[in-house]
C-alpha cells in the first residue's frame, strides 16, 4: 500500500508507542486519527503533528476502546472528516502486575483479571471490528488489489509471561491467536491482518523507572544491548502497511529477549 494521503486510526496514539507510530506515519504522508481516553494528550499530540501534515490531516477523538457506542463514534468522525480509513493501529492497552494468589494467600480479584482482557484483547477487536467495516467499502488499491491492514500489539508476555502477568499474558497471547484466523476472515476482501510483539521498549514510562531497574531489564536482550526505540516501533508498523505480501504474521521487536520468570 502507497502510504501517502492513506488514512489511519491509532488506537492509544497520544502517548508510547502509540504516539510514536503517529510521527512515523506522519513523516510518510500519512493522515491521522488519534483515538485516547486523555483528551488533553490526544489534543497535544494531535497539535505537534499538524506542524507536520497540516491541521486538516490529524484529528482526535476521545474513545474508550470496550464501549461499542464509543469506537462506533469515533469511527464515524474518522469518516466523516477524511472520508475513509485505511489503516488501524491498536495500540491502546494496560498492563497491571498481579499474581493469582498474593503474599497472604488471596486470590487475585476476577474483576482485575477481566480488565485487562476487556481492554487488551476485546478492546483490540472491537476497534479492529469496525475499522474492517469502514476499509470493506474501500476501492481495491494497488497491484494486490488491497482495501485495508489492521496492525494490534501483543508483546513477549505472550510468549514468555512474567510471574504477575496472568491476565497480562493472557491478553495478548489472545491477540497473537486470533491474528491468522481474523486475516483470513478478510483475505477476500483484501484486508490484511498482523501482529507486533514489542520486547523491552523504551517508552516515557518506562524510562522514567529507576536507571538499575532499567539495566536489569536490558540484561536479558541479546544484540543491540539498549531498550528498543518506539521509533523503531513505529518504523515496524510503516514497513508492515507497506509491504503487501505481509499477512496473518506476529513479529517480535525484541533483540532477542527471552523473558526469564521474574
Request: aromatic share 4%; proline share 3%; net charge negative.
Given at each position: 500500500?502507497q502510504?501517502?494521503?492513506?488514512?489511519?486510526?491509532?488506537?492509544g496514539?497520544?502517548?508510547?508507542l502509540?504516539?510514536?507510530?503517529?510521527?512515523?506515519?506522519?513523516?510518510q504522508?500519512?493522515?491521522?486519527?488519534?483515538?485516547?481516553?486523555?483528551?488533553k494528550a490526544?489534543?497535544?499530540a494531535?497539535?505537534?503533528?499538524?506542524?507536520?501534515?497540516?491541521?486538516?490531516?490529524?484529528?482526535?477523538?476521545l474513545?474508550n476502546?470496550?464501549d461499542?457506542?464509543?469506537?462506533?463514534s469515533g469511527?464515524?468522525h474518522?469518516l466523516?472528516t477524511?472520508g475513509a480509513?485505511?489503516?488501524?493501529v491498536?495500540?491502546?492497552?494496560?498492563?497491571p502486575?498481579?499474581k493469582?494468589?498474593n503474599?497472604d494467600?488471596?486470590?487475585?480479584?476476577?474483576?482485575a483479571?477481566?480488565?485487562?482482557?476487556?481492554?487488551?484483547?476485546?478492546g483490540?477487536?472491537?476497534?479492529?471490528r469496525?475499522?474492517?467495516e469502514?476499509m470493506?467499502k474501500?476501492?481495491?488499491?494497488?497491484?494486490?488489489?488491497?482495501?485495508g491492514?489492521i496492525?494490534?500489539?501483543?508483546?513477549?508476555?505472550?510468549?514468555?509471561?512474567q510471574?504477575?502477568?496472568a491476565?497480562?499474558?493472557a491478553s495478548?497471547?489472545?491477540i497473537?491467536?486470533m491474528?491468522?484466523?481474523?486475516a483470513?476472515?478478510?483475505a477476500?476482501?483484501g484486508?490484511?491482518?498482523?501482529?507486533?510483539?514489542?520486547?523491552?521498549?523504551?517508552?516515557?514510562?518506562?524510562?522514567?523507572m529507576p536507571?538499575?531497574?532499567?539495566?536489569?531489564l536490558v540484561?536479558g536482550?541479546?544484540?543491540p544491548?539498549?531498550?528498543?526505540?518506539?521509533?523503531?516501533?513505529?518504523?515496524?508498523?510503516?514497513?508492515?502497511?507497506?509491504?503487501?505480501?505481509?499477512n496473518?504474521?506476529t513479529i517480535?521487536?525484541?533483540?532477542g529477549i527471552?523473558m526469564?520468570?521474574?
Amino acid at each position: 500500500m502507497q502510504l501517502n494521503d492513506k488514512v489511519a486510526i491509532v488506537t492509544g496514539g497520544a502517548s508510547g508507542l502509540g504516539r510514536a507510530t503517529c510521527t512515523q506515519l506522519a513523516d510518510q504522508g500519512v493522515k491521522l486519527a488519534i483515538f485516547d481516553l486523555d483528551e488533553k494528550a490526544a489534543k497535544q499530540a494531535a497539535a505537534e503533528l499538524s506542524e507536520t501534515l497540516g491541521s486538516d490531516k490529524v484529528t482526535y477523538a476521545l474513545v474508550n476502546v470496550v464501549d461499542e457506542e464509543s469506537v462506533a463514534s469515533g469511527v464515524s468522525h474518522v469518516l466523516e472528516t477524511f472520508g475513509a480509513i485505511h489503516m488501524l493501529v491498536n495500540c491502546a492497552g494496560i498492563a497491571p502486575a498481579g499474581k493469582v494468589l498474593n503474599r497472604d494467600g488471596d486470590a487475585l480479584a476476577l474483576s482485575a483479571f477481566s480488565q485487562v482482557i476487556n481492554v487488551n484483547l476485546i478492546g483490540s477487536f472491537n476497534v479492529a471490528r469496525l475499522a474492517a467495516e469502514a476499509m470493506a467499502k474501500n476501492e481495491p488499491m494497488g497491484e494486490a488489489g488491497e482495501r485495508g491492514v489492521i496492525i494490534n500489539t501483543a508483546s513477549v508476555a505472550a510468549y514468555e509471561g512474567q510471574m504477575g502477568q496472568a491476565a497480562y499474558a493472557a491478553s495478548k497471547g489472545g491477540i497473537v491467536g486470533m491474528t491468522l484466523p481474523m486475516a483470513r476472515d478478510l483475505a477476500k476482501l483484501g484486508i490484511r491482518v498482523n501482529t507486533v510483539a514489542p520486547g523491552i521498549m523504551g517508552t516515557p514510562m518506562l524510562l522514567s523507572m529507576p536507571e538499575k531497574v532499567q539495566e536489569g531489564l536490558v540484561a536479558g536482550i541479546q544484540f543491540p544491548k539498549r531498550l528498543g526505540l518506539p521509533s523503531e516501533f513505529g518504523d515496524l508498523v510503516a514497513h508492515i502497511c507497506s509491504n503487501a505480501y505481509i499477512n496473518g504474521e506476529t513479529i517480535r521487536l525484541d533483540g532477542g529477549i527471552r523473558m526469564q520468570p521474574r
